[in-house]
């Protein structure tokens, strides 16, 4: 059993831009496709983070009105900066949204609920805000399979630490696959539910490309990196570089999905 405590909290957004923002702005245009709804909604982007979701909602819907909310208050300065006004942004989390009953079209949420410590509550609190007949929908990463950029990290993490499986996200998130993610909306009571893959392919020029936004402390894998000791962590950068690169030079690939989830209130 591992001793370490390990933070699911994001506080510093150019950190997390760095090491998954990057890949997320590509999931929200995917995601947005595959809801497919017309113009003119008002939309809730419920844990906006540095305004990637939102952003592309804004660009690809033709939105009435788009608002974010998050309750890092450094990821909501930086996602003032990325909107530039185009949004209207609140402090406030998954489960306490300060905003009336049926005020939105679309609640969505992108790479937050299973960071959230009761997701029936923020489902719930979702269905509140979302107009009768609207959508709420969300997509989080698959940590137990294919988003390999997380799962790579904590494999090979476990297998220089066994007592690290205890952090693993494949395990430790078991909302993050279309089974329980069908379950969770069903038993919040919406109907019409929808699960989807969504697929992309994440490149790095190099393994530094890879592994330095490790070290900037955000999020469970990065955090659990900066808490080894020095030699621990350049043991593991030793063994990722390895089973990474193994016969190649330079850049590589590695898959990244994410699963989506909608359904009707």
């Known amino acids: 059993m591992s001793t370490l405590s390990i933070s699911d909290t994001w506080e510093r957004g150019s950190s997390y831009e760095q090491y998954i923002g990057r890949w997320s702005r590509s999931v929200a245009p995917q995601f947005l496709s595959w809801l497919n709804l017309g113009p003119e909604k008002r939309w809730v982007d419920v844990g906006c983070g540095t305004g990637a979701l939102s952003a592309a909602i804004l660009d690809n819907c033709a939105p009435g009105e788009v608002v974010g909310v998050e309750p890092s208050e450094g990821f909501l300065k930086l996602a003032a900066q990325n909107l530039n006004d185009r949004a209207h942004l609140?402090?406030?989390s998954a489960q306490s949204i300060s905003l009336p009953d049926g005020a939105a079209d679309v609640v969505v949420s992108g790479l937050v609920l299973n960071f959230v410590p009761d997701e029936q509550a923020a489902l719930k609190e979702m269905a509140r805000v979302v107009c009768a007949g609207g959508t709420v929908a969300a997509y989080v990463w698959?940590?137990?399979?294919?988003m390999e950029v997380i799962k790579t990290f904590w494999d090979e993490a476990v297998n220089l630490d066994p007592s690290a499986s205890d952090l693993h996200e494949g395990l430790r998130f078991q909302l993050c696959n279309p089974v329980a993610l069908r379950a969770a909306f069903e038993v919040a009571g919406f109907t019409e539910i929808q699960v989807s893959p969504i697929d992309l392919t994440a490149n790095f020029d190099s393994f530094d490309d890879y592994w330095q936004p490790f070290l900037g402390g955000q999020g469970p894998?990065?955090?659990?990196?900066?808490?080894?000791?020095?030699?621990?962590?350049?043991?593991?950068?030793?063994?990722?570089?390895?089973r990474l690169l193994m016969d190649k030079e330079g850049s590589f690939s590695l898959e990244a999905r994410a699963w989506a989830v909608r359904g009707k209130r």
Not at 142 to 146: L, M, S
């Open 90 to 92: 609140l402090p406030g």
């Open 221 to 242: 894998a990065p955090a659990y990196a900066m808490s080894l000791t020095e030699d621990r962590r350049s043991q593991l950068r030793d063994s990722l570089k390895v």
């Open 142 to 146: 698959d940590y137990a399979d294919k």
